[in-house]
C-alpha cells in the first residue's frame, strides 16, 4: 500500500500534557514507519501567545525532547522546528489571497482567544491562514489533531480547493484525522485540557508535581456508598491508560458502592508513572545532549525544505509569479 503523507504540529507555549500527548504525539508516532511522517514544533504559531523570547525557545527545545524521547525517530520521518523552513509565511501570503474575511471570522479559536484578553492582532487573525501553509507546503494527506483543530482543518480544506479551483490542481486537499476516544482530553477542572487553562497534567515532571495535579483532579461529593457519575474528568483519564476489560472494571467499580476517589487517583498517578517512565531517561539524555539534538533538527530542516521548495516552485508558476522565459 501507498504511504500516506502524514503531518501535524504542536505550539511550544507551554509544558507538553496529556491532552497533546493522547489527542496528537502518540498518534503521530503510531503512524511512523508504514508512512511518511512529518512533524514539527510550531513556533511562528507560538508567537501570537507568547511574546517572551526566553519562554519561548525553552519551550521549544523541551518539546522537541519530548517528542525524541517519545519514539519520534528522526531517521524514519520529517522532524523540524517550523521557523527554520521560512518557506511556509511565503505560502501563507499567497493564501491570504484567496482567504475570504469571513473564513476567519468564523474562527472560534480566534474569539477564544480574545474572549481570554489576549490582545488582537493580524498574527492571532491570520493563524489559521499560517497553519493552512504548513499543511499544504507539504502536501499533507493526513493530519491528525484534536477536536479543537478540526475548524482550522476544514479552513485549510476551502484554502485548497479554492487555489485549486482558480489555478489548476496545485494543491493536496488533506484529511483531517481525528481520534473519538482521544479527541477531547479533560483537564483537572473538567475543562479540555490546555497548556492555556491552567488545567493539565504534564506528561514530563516531577513525580511530586504529577501527584500533586492528579490530587487536584475535580470530583463530586457524592457519598461513598452510591453509584459515581463516569461523565467526570477523572473516569476519562483513567479510562485513557486502560483497556477495554480495564475500563470495564472501572465502569463497575463506579457503578457499585464503595468506590473511593482518592483511591482511584492513586492508581491514576501510578498509570502515568509507569506509562511513562520508559521516555525519562531518554528525555533527561536529549536535554543534556543539545548539541545532538540541533543536529537532529538541522537535518530536518533540510529534508523538509526540499519538499517545501517544490511546492513553491508548482504553486509560484501556476500563480503567474514566474516571467515566462
Ligand atoms: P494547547 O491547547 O494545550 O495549547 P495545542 O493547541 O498546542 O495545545 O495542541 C497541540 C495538539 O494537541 C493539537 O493537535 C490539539 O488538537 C491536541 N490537543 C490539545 N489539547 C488537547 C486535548 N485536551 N484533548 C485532545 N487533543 C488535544
Ligand atoms: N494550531 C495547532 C494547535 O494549536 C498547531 C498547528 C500549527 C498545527 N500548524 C499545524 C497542527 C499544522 C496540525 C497541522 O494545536
Known amino acids: 500500500m501507498k504511504k500516506q503523507r502524514v503531518l501535524s504540529g504542536i505550539q511550544p507555549s507551554g509544558q507538553l500534557h496529556l491532552g497533546n500527548y493522547f489527542g496528537m504525539m502518540s498518534r503521530m508516532i503510531q503512524y511512523q514507519g508504514n508512512n511518511d511522517l512529518f512533524c514539527f514544533i510550531a513556533n511562528y504559531h507560538a508567537l501570537t501567545t507568547i511574546p517572551e523570547k526566553d519562554n519561548l525557545s525553552k519551550n521549544t527545545f523541551e518539546a522537541v525532547c519530548d517528542f525524541l524521547a517519545l519514539g519520534l525517530d528522526p531517521e524514519k520521518s520529517t522532524f523540524w522546528i517550523q521557523s527554520d523552513v521560512p518557506q511556509v509565511t511565503e505560502l501563507t501570503w499567497l493564501l491570504s489571497n484567496v482567504t475570504p474575511m469571513g473564513l476567519l471570522d468564523r474562527a472560534t479559536s480566534y474569539k477564544d482567544k480574545i474572549a481570554r484578553g489576549i490582545s488582537a492582532n493580524l498574527g492571532l487573525f491570520s493563524y489559521p491562514v499560517l497553519m493552512a501553509a504548513d499543511i499544504l ?29 482558480l489555478f489548476g490542481d496545485v494543491l493536496v486537499v488533506p484529511e483531517p484525522d481525528i481520534e473519538k476516544t482521544t479527541m477531547l482530553v479533560p483537564g483537572t477542572d473538567g475543562q479540555k485540557m490546555s497548556k492555556s487553562y491552567g488545567n493539565i497534567i504534564p506528561i514530563f515532571d516531577t513525580e511530586k508535581k504529577i501527584r500533586k495535579t492528579i490530587m487536584r483532579i475535580k470530583t463530586d461529593t457524592t457519598p461513598i456508598e452510591e453509584p459515581k457519575d463516569k461523565d467526570t474528568p477523572l473516569f476519562q483519564l483513567y479510562s485513557l491508560f486502560l483497556n477495554e476489560d480495564g475500563i470495564e472494571d472501572l465502569t ?31 528525555r533527561e539524555y536529549y536535554i543534556s545532549h543539545p548539541d545532538h539534538v ?8 533540510e529534508k523538509a525544505s526540499t519538499v517545501a521548495d517544490k511546492t513553491m516552485a508548482t504553486i509560484k508558476e501556476a500563480i503567474g509569479l514566474k516571467i515566462d522565459s
Open 137 to 165: 507546503l507539504f502536501n499533507s494527506e493526513l493530519v491528525p489533531v484534536g477536536k479543537d483543530q478540526k475548524q482550522h482543518l476544514e479552513m485549510t480544506r476551502d484554502i485548497a480547493v479554492r487555489i485549486n479551483n
Open 252 to 282: 463497575s467499580r463506579y457503578d457499585n458502592p464503595g468506590l473511593r476517589y482518592g483511591d482511584i487517583k492513586v492508581e491514576l498517578f501510578e498509570s502515568i508513572m509507569e506509562h511513562f517512565s520508559p521516555f525519562r531517561e531518554k
Open 294 to 301: 540541533k543536529d537532529i533538527l538541522k537535518i530536518g530542516a
